[in-house]
């Protein structure tokens, strides 16, 4: 029986595989200050009114939060370049069923309720509707 002092620099996964790579403190310490930059700019963003934007604001910083994450932290980075299609796919994919779910809010904008929501203009549901 032998004992280490020390875990061995190599881990075999479940398919007898060796994974080996190292994070610099600095580098996790860099993308922890984005991330926290980000969050602030995203509480900033949120008191200012960007109009139709508001939405494509959020999210961009959301994605760009999310990537960070998914990149260092989760070591995308660093794996295969399959896993990194599949994410970029799924990022595609919830933007293009977002801008699909926004493409018909027009149509019911003349049912919304004054002051449910902000930047929308009331329109009583008596008057006709004219587009």
């Not at 075999?12 to 060796?18: E, I, V």
């Not at 860099?30 to 509480?43: D, K, R, S």
């Not at 109009?51 to 939060?65: Q, S, Y």
Request: glycine share 6%.
């Amino acid at each position: 029986m032998t004992t280490q002092d020390s875990p061995p620099p190599t881990a075999p996964n479940a398919h007898g595989a060796t994974i080996v790579h190292v994070v610099p403190l600095k580098l996790l310490v860099a993308v922890f200050g984005a991330l926290t930059t980000l969050t602030v700019i995203t509480v900033a963003a949120s008191t200012v009114n960007f109009g139709e934007f508001n939405l494509i604001v959020a999210l961009v910083i959301a994605v760009i939060k999310a990537s960070l994450v998914v990149l260092f932290f989760m070591h995308l980075r660093w794996d295969k370049p399959f896993n990194s299609i599949v994410f970029i796919g799924c990022l595609i994919f919830v933007a293009l069923f977002i801008s699909l779910s926004l493409l018909d809010s027009h149509q019911y904008r003349h049912s919304v309720i004054g002051g449910q929501a902000s930047g929308v203009k009331h329109v009583p549901l008596t008057e006709p509707h004219h587009e």
